[in-house]
């Protein structure tokens, strides 16, 4: 079986693996949750330059909340958590949507401070989101979502129904991540798309759709998961 890197850099183009390989130290095999909290704190300063040019979840994910929420002249009222915000690029795509009420959640430090810069959070949480219960109220937001918050020592299964609990009824969430996670990740290979099923068969959430997309993140597709809380 090939390793994760091995998986993960099959058909790069050599100008896109000295990016990848920073990328891939936050992924790597084996990586805890702390380790993964502080690798980005010290890639914070140089994560956009690095990895911009070979992403785009950001566009994904904003593309996916604004066909819920169609209206323009009323998206400045939909309350957006952004989980694993990260630097803010995912906010600034929501922003120039015409997305302005935002909060940003991201257990990074260094990562927050970035994303602060930006002036587009309303409030800055500097958490992981996991089995614990955050210090957010139930039913605060309209819309959920995260992009980039998936993969090794990332965000756990356990995590959807603590975004469940702090969307209200009716409310979307929205999760972009790599495909080739879903295969190799063990933490998601063959639980999470069952974990979410089984939260549909409990009556949490409803699937609106699942649609894999090309060059998601260097040059490798990606999924888009849609749900609407019950």
Not at 126 to 146: F, M, N, P, S, W
Not at 149 to 171: D, N, Q, T, Y
């Amino acid at each position: 079986m090939a390793s994760h890197y091995e998986a993960g850099t099959k058909n790069l183009k050599n100008s896109e693996v000295a990016s990848y390989d920073r990328n891939y130290a936050a992924h790597r095999q084996g990586i805890t949750h702390e380790e993964m909290v502080q690798c980005y704190t010290k890639w914070a300063p140089e994560y956009e330059k690095d990895l911009g040019p070979h992403y785009n979840g950001p566009q994904f994910a904003t593309k996916a909340i604004s066909t819920v929420f169609q209206e323009k002249d009323q998206r400045m009222n939909v309350k957006i958590l952004d989980v694993a915000a990260g630097t803010g690029v995912v906010g600034m795509e929501l922003a120039d949507k015409g997305f302005t009420n935002i909060d940003a959640l991201e257990p990074s430090r260094g990562m927050l401070e970035q994303a602060k810069k930006k002036k587009i959070y309303n409030r800055l949480i500097c958490e992981c989101i996991g089995e614990k219960r955050t210090d957010i109220e139930d039913d605060t937001y309209d819309a959920l979502v995260v992009s980039g918050g998936m993969g090794e020592g990332h965000i756990p299964c356990i995590a959807l129904r603590e975004m469940i609990r702090v969307v209200k009824s009716g409310g979307a969430i929205c999760i972009v991540m790599r495909e080739e996670y879903l295969m190799y990740v063990q933490e998601y290979k063959d639980k999470l798309e069952q974990f979410m099923a089984q939260l549909e068969e409990e009556g949490k959430w409803k699937r609106v759709a699942r649609d894999r997309v090309q060059n998601y993140s260097f040059n490798k597709y990606g999924v888009v998961f849609l749900y609407r809380v019950c």
